[in-house]
């Protein structure tokens, strides 16, 4: 068995997962899991926020950049 997520082994993994249930007892492990759970689906959220944050400033600039290349290419009527 080998889960690709952290590149570890099925050894590795089961030894994780022995740990998890002595720390967190039996009962504790689905509130970890909610918690856990709730805390990478924020962080995604928030990277996405970024990301379209990101894009879209991005996407003005790229903007404002392609109209001063129209200009430039446009014939100057003074230099006729």
Known sequence: MHVCFLNIGG???FVILILVL???????????ARTL???IREFKNAA??????LHK??????EQVQKQID???K???ENR
């Open 71 to 73: 200009d430039i290419r």
């Open 11 to 13: 050894g590795e993994f």
């Open 22 to 32: 002595l720390l967190f007892g039996g009962k504790g492990i689905p509130q970890f």
């Open 57 to 62: 400033e991005g996407g003005d600039v790229i």
């Open 75 to 77: 014939p100057d009527p």
């Open 37 to 39: 759970g709730k805390s």
């Open 48 to 53: 996405d926020d970024l990301k379209h944050e």
